[in-house]
DNA sequence: GTACGTCTTCAAGTGGACTTCAAGTCAAGG
DNA sequence: CCTTGACTTGAAGTCCACTTGAAGACGTAC
């Protein structure tokens, strides 16, 4: 019991793929708790590189950090039956199908564009268009 | 000849349906020539609000600004011949295709996320870990 | 003793596209 | 004359995820 193994922050890093300031950076913002000290230097187990794993997947599908804190304040505090992790979830779902559309919309666009398909082009462009309303102040030169 | 309609920052505001702030930033970035004054008042024509759409098309087909910069240079110098435009809406084109495919990774690993199946959840996050290696400092203590 | 490497802290910088603010100008209307 | 509203400017603030820098402390190897 006497020889629990402990990594300094450079060692975490360097097991991890990070920078040392990412990890520092993220106790900073309250995604990872303090770490034991000795002689005023961080100390770590093996557990963190878990818990970077899991920041690393969790942004990976498109969280920002501020939300991967949420997700595991809910799993923490996981009450089993009103998951709300899950609603984050199907929530980033949504939010992904949408920017697939948004990326779509941008291949028509720019295919459109790269054949200078002047009359498609338009149709991909009116609806975000505000239409011109009348002039309410119009000066004269 | 005489009554060639000017119109207002804020007209022009309204009738395109952005930000005056909007219009000065693009002014100060370049995007958008010096206007005529008129009192120290910038005073547009009805071609202003063509450039905006122009603008506001180009960012939908996912160029930032300094590359709608690049665009109009490039379309003004127009060298029929070899049109850099379309190397460039060539690139943005593969860089769109690329930010699909990250788009549909999230899908993947949200969707395995949800049925809490973590043999696929390993298997979409394996690539990208960095495995770990072998301890070269390693505290005791 | 001194050079090296790692660690500590806090502050500030990065990029992109804007917005917001402060302080002042200008013309029209009452 | 005074208010109102739209305009002018430059500077600074916003968001996000970090990185970089400065300045210092500590331990170890030579």
């Given amino acids: 019991m006497s020889g629990e193994i402990r ?8 097991r991890a793929g990070v920078r040392t300031s990412k990890i520092r950076y ?6 990872l708790g303090a770490p034991a000290r000795s002689g005023g230097r961080r100390t770590y187990d093996g557990e963190i590189i878990d818990a970077l794993r899991v920041v690393q997947l969790a ?5 920002t950090l501020a939300e991967v804190r949420r997700l595991l304040r809910d799993f923490d505090a996981a009450t089993p039956a009103s998951s709300r992790w899950r609603a984050m979830a199907e929530r980033k779902l949504r939010e992904v199908a949408a920017l697939i559309e948004l990326a779509r919309r941008r291949q028509r666009l ?4 790269m054949s200078c398909d002047c009359g498609q082009l338009a ?10 309303t009348r ?4 000066t004269r030169g």
Avoid: H, K, M, W
């Fill in 123 to 132: 149709d991909c462009v009116r609806p975000t268009l505000v239409p011109i």
């Fill in 135 to 138: 002039a309410s102040t119009v």
């Fill in 26 to 31: 993220y106790e900073s913002v309250g995604l």
């Fill in 59 to 63: 942004q990976q599908a498109g969280f």
């Fill in 7 to 14: 990594l300094s922050i450079g060692e975490v890093a360097r």
């Fill in 110 to 113: 720019l295919e459109a564009l």
